[in-house]
């Protein structure tokens, strides 16, 4: 079981955040790799979520200087934004990350796909539905991102046609894709594509992303 509070590998993540929150927050990506090969790691949980981002103690700030999380400590390495502490985990082990030079580059950039052309307009959506929760402009708002997220999904059904991973075998750049579908894309739009879904499904039925989810849920607290 890789959470293992003597592991080298430490990943941060938060101690509370809101209901709508649990399950998502991005460490789990981090806790998703960390599984799918075996390797160990400790948790350090950290205050300052929520609404408007909470207050973020100065240790924090010194390993993450947007003050969010995961961060990955690794003997001397203090590292932060998800892509890269994917692309340091995938080279250690061919399972994440490709050897052959081509196939390392085309994970790579779908890695890079999922966090710049798709997650902005999920997560904009995401937080959107959560921020103006209950304002007059709510709808229109919505209605006018939402059209960017639903071309960005119908170009990524295309793509990925009838392959069961992105780029024929498992990499980080499915791994980021999928938690980047199941985590912030409304789930009707991503159900629009019967592929996208099926690819949302393959991906969260595997072993190392079901403990990865469990794990983080067994984190959370109560209180804040
Ligand atoms: N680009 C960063 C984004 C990290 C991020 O959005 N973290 C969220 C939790 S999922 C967070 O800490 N939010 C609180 C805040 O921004 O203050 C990454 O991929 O690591």
Redesign the pocket.
């Given at each position: 079981m890789p959470v293992d509070p003597a592991a080298d590998i430490e990943v941060t993540a938060?101690g509370w955040v809101p209901d709508m929150a649990r399950g998502?927050?991005?460490d789990c990506r981090i806790r998703w790799a960390l599984e799918e090969i075996g390797l160990p790691y400790r948790v350090r949980l950290v205050g300052?979520?929520g609404g408007g981002?909470?207050v973020k103690s100065p240790e924090h700030l010194a390993d993450q200087p947007?003050?969010?999380?995961?961060v990955y400590k690794e003997g001397g390495l203090t590292l932060?934004?998800?892509?890269a502490i994917l692309l340091h985990i995938g080279a250690k082990d061919a399972r994440l990350l490709p050897r052959e030079d081509g196939a390392r580059a085309r994970a790579i950039g779908w890695a890079f796909a999922a966090?710049n052309s798709i997650e902005p307009f999920a997560q904009m959506l995401f937080v959107m539905g959560w921020l103006a929760d209950g304002k007059p402009w709510q709808d229109e708002a919505g209605d006018l991102v939402r059209p960017f997220l639903e071309t960005r999904l119908a170009q990524l059904s295309v793509a990925l046609g009838g392959r069961e991973w992105l780029d024929g075998r498992f990499t980080i750049g499915d791994l980021l894709m999928v938690d980047v579908l199941r985590a912030q894309a409304p789930p009707a739009l991503v159900a629009a594509h019967p592929n996208l879904a099926d690819y949302v499904a393959r991906g969260t039925a595997r072993p190392a992303f079901r403990a990865a989810h469990a794990a983080q849920l067994a984190d959370f607290r109560d209180v804040a």
């Open positions: 938060y998502r927050v991005k300052g979520a981002g909470g947007f003050g969010q999380v995961p932060f934004e998800s892509g966090l």
